[in-house]
Each structure stands twice: as structure tokens, then as C-alpha cells.
Nanobody, 119 residues
Framework: QVQLVESGGGLVQAGGSLRLSCAAS????????IGWYRQAPGKQRELAATISRSGNSLYADSVKGRFTISRDNAENTVYLQMNSLKPEDTAVYYCYAHYIREVSGYDSWGQGTQVTVSA
């Protein structure tokens, strides 16, 4: 199994920056893709950014050019650098990992960290 613990959320003014961190533990060697989803009040959870073990990243259109995801495989940590934040980025951000065990794939989620962007 894989356990995920997020940190780095908080309150920031529009135009500001935050960096989220997610530390993975457990069977980290089995992680294929890791990243961030977010859920705003009254909305469905949506992808923000993910990165594969090989370094291929995927971003939601709404964050392209403003967010950067990076992965430290040695430290089993993934980061999300968020710049030029907007009020619409306000959400709970969840760390996500897809890992392979034997021949099956599994998903693991962190408990979430709140990001609030004031106008």
C-alpha cells in the first residue's frame, strides 16, 4: 500500500504563490503516477496536475503556465508550485498516487490540504 501526506496549503492573496508537498510512504517503488487533484466547494474533484515515474507531466488547462509539478523519486515526494494564484484556485487539494501491485492498479489518496485564494 501507499500512504500520502500533504502539506503546504494556506491562505494567499490573488497573484501570490504557494508550494504544496506530498510525501509518500509504504510501497513507493510501485508508484507509477503521482500528483494532485482538487475539489472546490460544490464541485466535483478534478485533476490539477500529475507526473509519471518517467517524468511525463499532465496539467489541467486551467493551471497550465501557472502551476509546475515536480517529483523527487529519491525522497518519494511530489511538489506542486502554484504561481499567479486566482480565487478560482480555491479548493481542497488532494495528493493522488496510482500504483501497481502484482498485475492490478490501485489508487491512493491523501487527506487533503486547503488552499484559499482571496481576491
Amino acid at each position: 500500500q501507499v500512504q500520502l501526506v500533504e502539506s503546504g496549503g494556506g491562505l494567499v492573496q490573488a497573484g501570490g504563490s504557494l508550494r504544496l508537498s506530498c510525501a509518500a510512504s509504504g510501497s513507493t517503488f510501485s508508484i507509477h503516477t503521482i500528483g494532485w487533484y482538487r475539489q472546490a466547494p460544490g464541485k466535483q474533484r478534478e485533476l490539477a496536475a500529475t507526473i509519471s515515474r518517467s517524468g511525463n507531466s499532465l496539467y489541467a488547462d486551467s493551471v497550465k503556465g501557472r502551476f509546475t509539478i515536480s517529483r523527487d523519486n529519491a525522497e518519494n515526494t511530489v511538489y506542486l508550485q502554484m504561481n499567479s494564484l486566482k480565487p478560482e484556485d480555491t479548493a481542497v487539494y488532494y495528493c493522488y498516487a496510482h500504483y501497481i501491485r502484482e498485475v492490478s492498479g490501485y489508487d491512493s489518496w491523501g487527506q487533503g490540504t486547503q488552499v484559499t485564494v482571496s481576491a
